[in-house]
């Protein structure tokens, strides 16, 4: 076939494929997102160039309104010396345009309203009322002016973010696959990924912990179908087992000067228990495919990423390529229990066997994820990428008394149980004050998408010096999500007491747990439970036993290239926005913070927030087209 058939064959695909898109198909496909010409001789470059001149004027602009807007803030905000400014200078500003406003009126008050002629008195307060006036009104046009010059900067800052990514995508452009060829490669993978749900790797922790017995042969039975599924990376590069059932593979890379990068996922699961109010609408351990989608445990936590990190792997040996750099590929084997035989092994064989201490570039784990309807004012999803993961620690809550029998009840004093139901009423009513100060993690997360959203949420994001006072209290009332993100929660997880039914309890337990945010420490969450409960009788104890007491991560740098690199991969697969967040939960990054300064945690899957409920939740599904675009995301 010649050059020229093949690209008016591609260019035809490509137009059926748009057809499709416009009636609720690929929404994903850069590609398909403007018409292409039957007539383009290169069909491989044509999407992102319509793409760049699309933007070209409104960057141009843009990028010429931000170098003089700076220099006007940098000019406003400096002192003579040419030092910067204090950042509450427009707090200030508000404060007088309010004082001389409300001065102008105390003067403008004192004129004579008999109809007598002024005296020289009144005259003189006059003058300084309508000079009063004029210089609340002008510092009142400089504080709207700001306002407007925030919030143009944010969608400058945005508009800048997506030319980048325009970039990236003429870099890596490819061509997409034929429908037959997609048809099965997704079938492939998607198979795989069934096989592998099928496999029991359940962790147990606590009283069952004897149960994972059964979860070590359904581990190694899944080592050995893993080893068939991607043949070339255990050919090329065979793992290494770690503490006999996590594995950890070493891809070399074309230039071995570069620094490594750490992927990292892992191979167990946690139970499914059948819930006749909420059931499983297959069997959690079937794989069954269904519609495109495969349904299981596992299918989004986490054996989508195992599947899908060894796939793109696989398919750049299987191309005769390696990776522009050494990649590491991480599969833990309990971390549904806190991953101390796993990930805290291979962290330690990294350290000591491979040298890495810090000697890792970026370390991508699952996290977050491309959620749509997490952040106000957006209806499309945003790639939301944890640079920073809350802590938890767990608080025993104790009670003793004489007790006594239910027929005669202390009239004049509390029994236990009264009093442990008095503190976990304080606890939950005053909870840990939150953070939303500048540099704080979501708020950082709302400043870098300010550009996107919609008026006014764009203004009152682009302003929190003046706003964010006002914002944090909306957030606190938003929704769980927003308010764990800006505040340590407080959970109060069991309570044991009384024995029989006709007896008060002499000994009351309660356990409360708290996912500790980055800017607070133990020591303040203790000294927070001690002054709301206000009770000697209550006596307080840390779990400090192993596992029950995990600190906050190192803040990651989400002004880095790692970052960077991440977000434009994220441009370039998925045409979304990509922001810094707050990871909630706890993943095995907690073992690698010696590994690297630059730890993300995020998956490369799209989910609306009511999806995220199948995360430990029932009813664990993935489509096989989402599968195979989390491999092209780790191929590039």
């Known amino acids: 076939m010649s050059n020229n058939s093949a690209d008016v064959l591609l260019c035809s695909y490509i137009q059926k494929k748009r057809s499709a898109t416009s009636s609720g198909g690929d929404r994903n496909n850069i590609f398909l997102k403007n018409p292409i010409p039957h007539s383009s001789r290169h069909c491989q470059s044509c999407a992102w160039k319509e793409e760049q001149q699309r933007l070209a004027k409104r960057l141009g602009q843009q990028t010429r309104l931000k170098k003089l807007g700076q220099k006007l803030l940098d000019g406003f905000l400096s002192s003579p010396s040419g030092t910067r400014a ?23 008050g004192s004129s004579p309203g008999n109809g007598e002629p002024p005296s020289s008195d009144v005259v003189e307060s006059s003058y300084v009322s309508t000079w009063l006036a004029f210089v609340s009104k002008l510092l009142g046009i400089v504080l709207l002016g700001m306002l407007a010059f925030n919030t143009t900067k944010a969608k400058i800052k945005r508009y800048s973010q997506l030319q980048k990514g325009c970039r990236q995508l003429q870099k890596g452009c490819r061509i997409q696959n ?44 899944l080592h050995i179908f893993l080893q068939n599924s991607f043949e070339d990376v255990y050919r090329q590069y065979p793992p290494t087992v770690i503490n006999q059932y996590s594995l950890l593979f070493k891809i070399r ?13 892992h191979l167990d699961v946690v139970p499914a228990p059948m819930n006749n109010e909420f059931p499983w609408i297959r069997d959690p351990f079937s794989g069954d495919i269904i519609d495109g989608m495969i349904h ?14 060894l796939g793109a792997i696989n398919e750049i040996l299987c191309a005769g390529k390696l990776p522009k750099r050494t990649v590491y590929i991480a599969l833990g084997h309990d971390e549904e229990i806190g991953g101390n035989e796993g990930a805290a092994k291979i962290a330690q064989h990294l350290k000591e066997e491979e040298g890495m201490s810090e000697g890792i570039e970026f370390i991508l784990d699952e996290g977050t994820m491309m959620i749509s309807g997490a952040i106000p004012g957006i209806n499309e999803p945003v790639a939301i990428v944890g640079c920073v993961e809350k802590g938890h620690i767990s608080v025993e809550l104790t009670v003793k008394g004489p007790g006594g029998h239910s027929s005669t009840p202390p009239i004049d004093e509390d029994n236990p149980l009264k009093i442990m139901s ?20 979501f708020r950082n997360t709302l400043e870098d998408i300010a550009g996107e959203l919609s008026f006014p949420l764009n203004v009152l994001c682009s302003n929190f010096w003046l706003f964010g006072p006002i914002f944090k209290h909306i957030l606190l009332r938003a929704n769980s999500g927003a308010a764990a993100s800006i ?16 007896v008060i309890p002499s000994d009351v337990k309660a356990y409360i747990n708290h996912r500790v945010h980055p800017a607070d420490t133990f020591d303040d969450i203790l000294l927070h439970n001690s002054r709301v ?13 192993a596992g029950f007491v995990v600190p906050p991560s190192p803040i990651s740098d989400f002004k880095s290239k790692s970052f960077d690199l991440i977000r434009s991969t994220v441009n370039k697969n998925f045409g979304f926005g990509t922001v810094p967040g707050v990871m909630v939960g706890n993943t095995d990054t907690r073992w690698y913070w010696d590994l690297s300064k630059q730890i993300y945690r995020f998956s490369p899957v799209e989910l609306t927030i009511q999806e995220t409920k199948m995360f430990h939740g029932v009813n664990e599904k993935i489509s096989a087209k989402a599968l195979t675009s989390m491999i092209d995301f780790y191929k590039d």
């Open 86 to 108: 204090h950042p509450n200078i427009p707090v200030l500003i508000l404060f007088l345009a309010v004082l001389t406003g409300g001065l102008s009126v105390v003067a403008d």
């Open 178 to 221: 034929f429908p037959h060829e997609n048809q099965s490669r997704d079938k492939k993978y998607a198979e795989i990924l069934s096989n592998a749900i099928k496999f029991k790797t359940i962790s147990y922790g606590g009283m069952d912990f004897h149960k994972n017995e059964n979860r070590d042969a359904e581990l190694a039975r």
């Open 253 to 265: 890379g074309q230039d071995e000067t570069k620094k490594p990068i750490l992927l990292c996922s």
């Open 296 to 309: 299981g445990r596992g299918a989004i936590d986490n054996k989508h990423n195992v599947v899908s990190q």
């Open 422 to 441: 008095k503190a976990i009423v304080a606890l939950e009513s005053n909870p840990v004050p939150a953070h939303f100060e500048k540099g704080s993690a």
């Open 487 to 502: 505040r340590t929660t407080t959970c109060v997880t069991i309570m044991s007491g009384g024995e029989k039914l006709n």
């Open 533 to 545: 409960i206000n009770d000697r009788r209550v006596k307080i104890r840390l779990m400090d036993e």
